[in-house]
T-cell receptor
Framework: GNSVTQMEGPVTLSEEAFLTINCTYT??????LFWYVQYPGEGLQLLLK?????DKGSNKGFEATYRKETTSFHLEKGSVQVSDSAVYFC?????????FGTGTSLTVIP | DVKVTQSSRYLVKRTGEKVFLECVQD?????MFWYRQDPGLGLRLIYF???????EKGDIPEGYSVSREKKERFSLILESASTNQTSMYLC??????????????FGNGTRLTVT
């Protein structure tokens, strides 16, 4: 079947620290992979996407590479800011269905 | 920009009430989805629809129904609200997708409290 597993939170980092949030997936076929971000009191916003193996998605300093050999799509950012504090969701899309991880809460302290 | 609008940000209802959650999208998307979001459980799919008057059950449809009379509007109905339906409800939409898969666009959510 299809599923997404992402690292448990919460994660607390100091400003300008390096961020990694791990995400692995199980899928049949050839899924697309996404990272969504949810700021407090809001819905989910698409952060970045990758549609095939070895694709790198990037946006706002965040990056993730679609690794088929390790079935992973880890989110990274070289220097986090306080404004990056949010919940991050890894997701897989296949057919007309989407599968989400449980979310990782990130708090960045000044 | 795609806009998915949920009619209420916060709702408080009593046990046993019939509750309607409305969602409208302005991008002519074929697909619409209702999820509920609970701490530690992530997003769980309640119902989805690929076209007007079509609906499919998701992972947790019990206690819910949906209506899609027009392409842009997808309503979630709690027939008789219960306290275990207290949650954040998220509506999402997308185009019909082939390969590659197109992303979902989400509304801001409705936080429902059932007392």
């Amino acid at each position: 079947g299809n599923s997404v597993t992402q690292m448990e939170g919460p994660v607390t980092l100091s400003e300008e620290a390096f961020l990694t949030i791990n995400c692995t997936y199980t899928a049949t076929g050839y899924p697309s992979l996404f990272w969504y971000v949810q700021y407090p009191g809001e819905g989910l916003q698409l952060l970045l996407k990758a549609t095939k193996a070895d694709d790198k998605g990037s946006n706002k300093g965040f990056e993730a590479t679609y690794r088929k050999e390790t079935t992973s799509f880890h989110l990274e950012k070289g220097s986090v800011q306080v404004s990056d504090s949010a919940v991050y969701f890894c997701a897989l899309g296949t057919g007309n269905q989407f599968y989400f991880g449980t979310g990782t809460s990130l708090t960045v302290i000044p | 920009d795609v806009k998915v609008t949920q009619s209420s940000r916060y709702l408080v209802k009593r046990t046993g009430e019939k509750v309607f959650l409305e969602c409208v999208q302005d991008m002519d998307h074929e697909n619409m989805f209702w999820y509920r979001q609970d701490p530690g459980l992530g997003l769980r799919l309640i119902y989805f629809s690929y076209d007007v008057k079509m609906k499919e059950k998701g992972d947790i449809p019990e206690g819910y129904s949906v209506s899609r009379e027009k392409k842009e509007r997808f309503s979630l109905i709690l027939e008789s609200a219960s306290t275990n339906q207290t949650s954040m409800y998220l509506c999402a939409s997308s185009f019909q997708t082939g390969t590659p898969i197109v992303p979902l666009h989400f509304g801001n959510g409705t936080r429902l409290t059932v007392t």
